[in-house]
């Protein structure tokens, strides 16, 4: 089946410094790849998706490009902020399917400290 | 703005009560949904629906029911409720298509003792 793996939290990065949160993913289906992001006391919200192979997404000062040779879609940042502290989620979208079904990584909890 | 509206947004339960969580969207979506969230899983699709009366499984349905009696009300129902469903239950509204946006509540978290 359908399963996304991604970076064991939790990660702590001092303000300033380079994210990256690896994410790999499986399906046999052409997928969209999505990163969630959830803040304390909040449900998940998006905060980009890419649906093709070979193309970038970006917000917020975040990206991540999706390969499909090497099935990954790794979320990148150059300089991170005490606001970004959040869990951030991978998501494999099953494109076969009508419907949204979404298929979450476990989460990878960042920690931004000043 | 989107709106998902969850109830309780606490809640503890005896073991093999009945327990029934509610959400409600002002966004007009036809799909909603129904995860649960647990440490080292993300979260994992219990129900979902399409529209008013339909309600389908998902990946983890056993032991819980839905209802979605109308286009802004989708509920999630625990029969008999064990300590194994203490988690934090997220409902979620999404348009229809391949792969939309999906928006969250925020969240119940369930303790059953």
């Known amino acids: 089946g359908d399963s996304v793996t991604q970076t064991k939290g939790p990660v702590t990065l001092s303000e300033g410094t380079s994210l990256t949160v690896n994410c790999s993913y499986e399906t046999k289906q052409y997928p969209t790849l999505f990163w969630y992001v959830q803040y304390p006391g909040e449900g998940p919200q998006l905060l980009f998706k890419?649906?093709?192979?070979?193309e970038k997404g970006s917000n917020r000062g975040f990206e991540a490009t999706y390969d499909k040779g090497t099935t990954s879609f790794h979320l990148q940042k150059a300089s991170v902020q005490e606001s970004d502290s959040a869990v951030y989620y991978c998501v494999l979208g099953a494109a076969s399917s009508s419907f949204s079904k979404l298929v979450f990584g476990q989460g990878t909890s960042l920690s931004v400290v000043p | 703005e989107a709106a998902v509206t969850q109830s309780p947004r606490n809640k503890v339960a005896v073991t093999g009560g009945k327990v029934t969580l509610s959400c409600n969207q002002t966004?007009?979506?036809?799909?909603m949904y129904w995860y649960r969230q647990d440490t080292g899983h993300g979260l994992r699709l219990i129900h979902y629906s399409y529209g008013a009366g339909s309600t389908e499984k998902g990946d983890i349905p056993d032991g819980y029911k839905a209802s979605r009696p109308s286009q802004e009300n989708f509920s999630l129902i625990l029969e008999l409720a064990t300590p194994s469903q203490t988690s934090v239950y997220f409902c979620?509204?999404?348009?229809?298509?391949?792969?939309?946006?999906?928006?969250f509540g925020k969240g119940t978290r369930l303790t059953v003792v």
């Open positions: 966004n007009n979506h036809n799909n």
């Open positions: 890419v649906p093709k192979a070979n």
């Open positions: 979620a509204s999404g348009e229809t298509g391949v792969n939309t946006e999906v928006f």
